[in-house]
């Protein structure tokens, strides 16, 4: 687990005192749990029983403090009880990144996750998905977020949670959809976007880190995604009425 570092708290205290009379302030959470990576690839070697079909089951993942997971909940039977009880043994042996308040300390929390059950190749695999929190408070709080934070969580990604393609975990997809939504990108180039998007994601991270007391997303995401995205290819939502 990440320590917030001296830097850090600098960013934190610089962007607190200057901006104390402003709307946004500087924080770091709440963030629900992280799955941490146990591979290179989202899915993963399975060694289960053989099963009549492919399963995908949704269940609540309750996640102490400590990242162990305390227990399982199958919140919509797939009919076969024995697929069930396998996906709830399996992600009951996986391991999370805690969730965080809104102040960063690690917290009990729940998370819903759908266990994925195929075969690849004639190869037994298993890939977990997580559902997103709200969108609704998940965009407000990226337009709060500062650099210090979106770089904190980043590295939290990439480092503790072992992920090795960021660019579809929780707050860099809706900050992406958010810029998106708001530039009325055309669905002729959002398929460009998303295919360019890993790329244009290292660039963001490496503006934040170089200014923290930046507003990650109105100050560095947009104008970075501005400048890479010609504006002959992007339409706005007043030019669109």
Not at 200 to 206: C, F
Not at 220 to 236: F, H, Q, R
């Amino acid at each position: 687990m990440h320590n917030i570092t001296p830097r850090r708290l600098l960013a934190l205290f610089g962007y607190v005192a200057f901006f104390a009379a402003g709307p946004a302030l500087a924080q770091v959470g709440p963030i629900q749990p992280v799955l941490v990576s146990v591979g290179s690839m989202p899915e993963v070697a399975h060694n289960r029983p053989d099963l009549p079909d492919d399963y995908s089951v949704p269940l609540d993942v309750y996640v102490g403090a400590d990242g162990i997971v305390s227990n399982a909940v199958v919140s919509d039977s797939t009919g076969n009880a024995e697929a069930d009880g396998i996906a709830a043994r399996y992600i009951r042996e996986r391991r999370f990144l805690p969730g965080l308040d809104a102040r960063g300390k690690p917290v009990d929390s729940m998370v819903k996750v759908t266990v994925n059950m195929y075969k690849r190749a004639g190869r037994k695999v298993v890939r977990v998905t997580l559902k997103p929190p709200p969108f609704a408070n998940e965009s407000a709080r990226v337009k709060k977020l500062m650099c210090a934070d979106f770089v904190y969580e980043m590295n939290r990604l990439s480092d503790d949670a072992n992920i090795r393609d960021t660019s579809l975990e929780v707050r860099p997809f809706i900050s992406a959809h958010m810029y998106m939504t708001q530039k009325n990108v055309p669905s002729e180039v959002q398929e460009k976007f998303w295919d360019e998007w890993p790329k244009m994601l290292r660039k963001i991270v490496d503006r934040c880190e170089k200014n923290q007391l930046q507003m990650f997303y109105a100050e560095v995401l947009v104008p970075a995604l501005d400048g890479a995205i010609p504006s002959n290819e992007t339409v706005t939502a007043s030019s669109a009425q």
